[in-house]
């Protein structure tokens, strides 16, 4: 089984609601208004377009599993979902997970098992501060 991990680091906002019912955001902005409910991350120190290619080869695959593990000062969360033919990966700013089968420039992967607003509420509260430093691993498996 091929097996491949990135990661990237990410930071908190008081803005951060993760409410949104099919997708969760991790974004490089700075900022974050209440609008963007979807969103769990900003800061980060990539988007889609910094992947490695070895890793966005994988995710193009219908058969490629995908894991998003987020870590907030030792409190873990993780979602799962798939890849697909139709990913681009193209996306400088973001990375969108989506409990659906919709595919844009923004998708990391489709089918997940979670969005924003299944995390635990105790998570979503330690994402609210802009001190808290939250590590992403992101694992794709084929």
């Known amino acids: 089984m091929l097996k491949i991990v990135e990661a990237l680091a990410a930071r908190g906002h008081p803005n951060i609601m993760a409410t949104h019912p099919t997708t969760l955001e991790i974004t490089k902005e700075i900022s974050l208004t209440k609008m963007g409910n979807c969103i769990v991350a900003i800061d980060a120190t990539k988007g889609l377009v910094d992947l490695s290619q070895d890793f966005k080869k994988a995710c193009m695959n219908d058969k490629s599993r995908i894991l ?15 890849g697909s033919h139709l990913l681009t990966l193209e996306d400088e700013e973001e990375l969108v997970i989506r409990k659906s089968t919709y595919v844009s420039n923004r998708t990391l992967m489709i089918n997940a098992d979670k969005a924003s607003c299944d995390l635990r509420r105790q998570f979503i509260q330690r994402l609210r501060s802009t001190s808290t430093d939250i590590h992403v691993r992101l694992t794709v498996c084929l």
């Open 68 to 82: 998003v593990e987020l870590d907030a000062s030792g409190m873990v969360e993780r979602v799962a979902g798939r």
